[in-house]
């Protein structure tokens, strides 16, 4: 069986979270940012493309 490469994608938390509501906070925690400018990289997947698309003035997609 042949394994495929997933693609990674770099999430970087490019605003602070002051403000935010509990729910965004939440959803930027579970990606596993904790600093402004912190870069995470993750494996390119639904679940991880909705939770950026739920906070996309809080975090950016970095192109590698």
Same mark, same amino acid.
């Given at each position: 069986?042949?394994?495929?490469?997933?693609?990674?994608?770099?999430?970087?938390?490019?605003?602070?979270?002051? @403000?935010?509501?509990?729910?965004?906070?939440?959803?930027?925690?579970?990606? @596993?940012?904790?600093?402004?400018?912190?870069?995470?990289?993750?494996?390119?997947?639904?679940?991880?493309? @909705?939770?950026?698309?739920?906070?996309?003035?809080?975090?950016?997609?970095?192109?590698?």
């Amino acid at each position: 069986m042949a394994k495929t490469q997933t693609k990674q994608i770099k999430i970087k938390l490019v605003k602070s979270l002051i @403000g935010a509501s509990q729910t965004q906070r939440k959803v930027v925690a579970s990606l @596993g940012l904790k600093k402004l400018n912190q870069v995470v990289t993750h494996n390119e997947s639904s679940v991880i493309l @909705g939770m950026v698309n739920a906070v996309p003035h809080l975090v950016k997609i970095v192109e590698e």
